[in-house]
């Protein structure tokens, strides 16, 4: 069996940009939040804001969902994206041993602000930070040394050169022509609220040099802030360890 390559990522954190290339490599079996089907619209979700009237899927549980990705790496390669506050409680060295785990970061600032347009009323355990946090240091712990760490604007200043020292930490190929591809329907990513969230994913055509851009919490909401100030500490924990250019090194 394969091992999957998984990218461990916080809510809007370009993080679906990054797996959308992973798809255009064409060498992989792609999975898109596989564990967040269950969490939120499974037999038994565990989404903390459920309501009695959120959608149920008959048959889908943790369980069904192991399954599904172990069978498919036993026949080739795998790529998933998913948010470790998903998973957590299936946490063991036997079920973190069938992965090669990688982390996708951002400024929690940006995380925060951008959630709180789509879901004013979200929460800490939405957000993943705190148990990103706790996946590294129990994986660090576990082997001696840090899994790759992707920062997203990292990335997005740079993503020839940060794809590429991805590509060489996880030990796959790099294929430059996967960070380009057309604007378009994104169904593969769209099992959520028919891809409400991915519209920018939607009118790309590529992991294109960006400027970089901050966010002035300070003007967000209290709660936001508070949100934030939970969070930093986390994101600083895997920031120390992100993964560097040449160019971002200079």
Not at 28 to 57: I, N, V
């Amino acid at each position: 069996m394969h091992k999957i390559l998984a990218l461990w990522a916080t809510p809007r954190s370009t993080s679906t940009a990054f797996e959308w290339m992973m798809r255009m490599r064409g060498d992989m079996a792609c999975f898109h939040e596989p564990f967040g089907e269950p969490w939120y619209q499974g037999e038994d979700p565990l989404w903390p804001r459920l309501k009695a009237d959120s959608p149920r899927t008959p048959g889908l549980t943790f369980d069904s969902v192991w399954q599904t990705l172990r069978d498919a790496a036993k026949k080739g390669p795998v790529f998933s994206k998913d948010f470790p506050h998903y998973i957590e409680h299936f946490w063991d060295d036997e079920f973190l041993s069938h992965f090669n785990h990688s982390f996708l970061i951002r400024d929690p600032a940006k995380v925060a602000t951008s959630m709180y347009k789509h879901w004013p009323d979200f929460v800490l355990k939405e957000i993943a930070f705190v148990e990103q946090r706790h996946l590294f240091d129990r994986l660090c712990d576990h082997t001696g040394e840090a899994p790759p760490v992707v920062d997203s604007d990292d990335l997005l200043e740079n993503p020839h050169d940060m794809i590429e020292a991805y590509c060489h930490a996880v030990r796959i190929s790099f294929m430059p022509e996967a960070l380009h591809w057309e604007s378009g329907a994104r169904d593969e990513v769209s099992w959520y609220d028919g891809g409400s969230w991915h519209t920018n994913l939607r009118d790309s055509d590529g992991l294109k040099p960006q400027p970089r851009s901050y966010i002035d919490i300070s003007e967000a909401p209290d709660r936001v802030k508070e949100i934030y100030e939970l969070c930093l500490p986390h994101y600083e924990r895997l920031y120390a360890y992100r993964l560097r250019t040449e160019q971002a090194s200079s």
